[in-house]
């Protein structure tokens, strides 16, 4: 399956936020996606996740700053990430995590 496309990153001062995008070819009504990050010289690392049908996890770091959410009409998950970190710094990739696929994702950087 086609990897799924990232969008929204840029670079914001801490306490910012923004909002990124995951848009599949096909519908993702009964996916589970995850969202991951990767910063510079570091492994990548779990984020946010959403079932098919709407459970939502979130690792420890930003549990009440992140919000991940679905709109299936639009082959559409968001990751609504408030109060940003320098720590936050990073490029964000959402995968279908029922036939794993990584894409190009996007870049988030936050300066202090």
């Known amino acids: 399956q086609a990897p799924l496309v990232e969008s929204g990153g840029g670079l914001v001062q801490a306490g910012g936020s923004l909002r990124l995008s995951c848009v599949a070819s096909?519908?993702?009504?009964?996916?589970?996606v995850g969202w991951f990050r990767q910063a510079p010289g570091k492994q990548r690392e779990f984020v946010a996740r959403i079932t098919g049908g709407g459970s939502t996890f979130y690792a420890g770091s930003v549990k009440g700053r992140f919000t991940i959410a679905r709109d299936n009409a639009k082959n559409t998950v968001y990751l609504q990430m408030n109060d940003l970190k320098p720590d936050d710094t990073g490029v964000y990739y959402c995968?279908?995590?029922?036939?794993?696929?990584w894409g190009k994702g996007t870049l988030v950087t936050v300066s202090s």
């Open positions: 995968l279908n995590e029922m036939a794993p696929n």
């Open positions: 096909e519908t993702i009504f009964s996916l589970t």
